[in-house]
């Protein structure tokens, strides 16, 4: 099937690279006229470049910066009908190594972003009467974590909350409010802040034996974006090649 999002307009936020930049790709393989927003200038109009995209140096934990972003795209095409809130930081710092200012920074980009690209997208789509707000969570927090990542734990846990709140507030004007919650994806930040082994560990504790693409994400993405997924909101996709499953580090059939 081609052609999902024919005709849709969609502002992509943390677009320049990895996961936002796999689902830029695959909203204009299906027709999206898109919008592409980061706080990566440069490699942000790489990627707009590629996908003959609308691009705007964003930091999302502004208000003003959201609310700008969402008028480029009002402005060039008439409408808002998805926005991806894709950006987000992950410094690794032990919780007694946090300073005040460190949590707040993490806060913002991550949690306070959420709020204000739905904030910001809620006034044109409410106009419309429809919508989709689309968020990156991830399977840390909800569900698992690991040292060093209190302060990005509680931002995507914060998250799934704010998800379901959304959806009950924006149902009746037709804005359905969903989320992706990815495990461990083979991205370029995987690759500049994780050794061989941590990414050898990682790929060993999952079953389908390997890391995620973008791809993979973006897809999930898509059909939240879609038609298809029109009668669904307040609720997360985990896309983590079976990575929860597991009860103990070894899940062969025929253990020794």
Known sequence: MVGRLEGKVALVVGAARGIGKGIAERFAE????LVLADALAEAGQATAGELDALFLRTDISKMEDAEAAVAVAVE????????????????WQLIEDTSPDDWDRVMAVNLRGAFNGARAALVPMKKQGSGRMLFTSSITGPHVTSPGHGHYSATKAG????????????????ITVNGIEP????????????????????????????????????????FLASDEAAYITGTTIVVDGGQLLPEGADFRILPK
């Open 30 to 33: 299906e027709g999206a006229r």
């Open 76 to 91: 060039r095409f008439g409408r808002l009908d998805i926005i991806v809130q894709n950006a987000g930081i992950y410094p």
């Open 159 to 174: 998250i799934n909350g704010f998800i379901r709140s959304a959806a009950l507030e924006f149902s009746g004007y037709g």
């Open 183 to 222: 495990g461990n994806i083979l991205t370029e930040a995987i690759l500049e802040h994780r050794d061989a082994a941590f990414i050898k560990s990682m790929e060993d504790a999952i079953p389908l034996g390997r890391l995620g693409s973008p791809r993979d994400v973006a897809n999930a993405f898509l």
